[in-house]
């Protein structure tokens, strides 16, 4: 039998609260606070969560080479 999901479904675990692992991932201001490798930011993120929403994430950082990069 040969599944045709075109579904993605990765679990963790967490030493934490259901409720706030949720806000950390659904609340702009909580997921720019973690969001990135390390000596990236968030400058902007919008999410709406309603069905037909959109979420919008941009990072930036600072190269090797001293330039910008957004993402």
């Not at 599944?3 to 675990?13: K, N, P, S």
Request: glycine share 8%; charged share 30%; net charge negative.
């Amino acid at each position: 039998m040969t599944d045709t999901t075109d579904a993605v479904r990765i679990e963790r675990e967490y030493e934490a609260p259901a409720d706030l692992v949720w806000r950390m991932w659904t609340e702009a201001e909580h997921f720019a606070a973690w969001y990135g490798p390390n000596g990236a930011s968030i400058p902007v993120c919008e999410m709406d969560l309603r069905v037909g929403g959109r979420r919008f994430v941009a990072m930036a950082m600072t190269t090797p080479d001293g330039d910008e990069m957004r993402m």
